[in-house]
T-cell receptor, first 112, second 116 residues
Framework: GENVGLHLPTLSVQEGDNSIINCAYS??????FIWYKQESGKGPQFIID?????DKRQGQRVTVLLNKTVKHLSLQIAATQPGDSAVYFC???????????FGPGTRLSVLP | GAVVSQHPSRVICKSGTSVKIECRSL??????MFWYRQFPKQSLMLMAT?????????EQGVEKDKFLINHASLTLSTLTVTSAHPEDSSFYIC????????????FGSGTQLSVL
């Protein structure tokens, strides 16, 4: 089933610092991973993706790292800005079709 | 870039009425779309997978007759909440899978359903 939680983990960072958001995934056969940003009352916004044949991918101010050995995914945001404040979700696509399973989410708060 | 349009963004209805939510992929064809439900401060819960030209695949615990899904074209999937009740109040989100060389999953902006 999907991950459900009553309280989102929260990460607070100072404006200008780097942020690292972590995600543990469950299926060792997952082949595709995505990070999303969701602001209050809005749908998730695609940030960056990575396939299982890669261990690192960089975008604008964001980097995704994939460690298949320990089934861990991370999102690094450089020079965090107030506009980065949101809930971040990781998603994995497993070997059971094209369904994506979402992590519980992490709330990022950027302090002035 | 690719865009998924979801309408309406907010709907308030009386208990017992039906509500239809539309999800459109604007610049790509999507044979597969997904419908999610999200409660406050929680992650997305997959309700069903919508397949163009065939019946939707529902997740365990999701009532097929309650949440009707129609994917009549490669750019449109609809979710109808039939005989809505207050417990159906939630944030509903759709997504569309763009396949091909640059495969990506894009989301709609969500629909906040409030049933009085």
């Amino acid at each position: 089933g999907e991950n459900v939680g009553l309280h989102l983990p929260t990460l607070s960072v100072q404006e200008g610092d780097n942020s690292i958001i972590n995600c543990a995934y469950s299926n060792s056969a997952s082949d595709y991973f995505i990070w999303y940003k969701q602001e209050s009352g809005k749908g998730p916004q695609f940030i960056i993706d990575i396939r299982s044949n890669m261990d690192k991918r960089q975008g604008q101010r964001v980097t995704v790292l994939l460690n298949k050995t320990v089934k861990h995914l991370s999102l690094q945001i450089a020079a965090t800005q107030p506009g980065d404040s949101a809930v971040y979700f990781c998603a994995e696509r497993g070997n059971y079709g094209q369904n994506f399973v979402f992590g519980p989410g992490t709330r990022l708060s950027v302090l002035p | 870039g690719a865009v998924v349009s979801q309408h309406p963004s907010r709907v308030i209805c009386k208990s017992g009425t039906s509500v239809k939510i539309e999800c459109r992929s604007l610049d790509f064809q999507a044979t597969t779309m997904f419908w999610y439900r999200q409660f406050p401060k929680q992650s997305l819960m997959l309700m069903a997978t919508s397949n163009e030209g065939s019946k939707a695949t529902y997740e365990q615990g999701v009532e097929k007759d309650k949440f009707l899904i129609n994917h009549a074209s490669l750019t449109l999937s609809t979710l109808t909440v039939t005989s809505a009740h207050p417990e159906d109040s939630s944030f509903y989100i759709c997504s569309a899978l763009r396949t091909g060389g640059d495969e990506k999953l894009f989301f709609g902006s969500g629909t906040q359903l409030s049933v009085l």
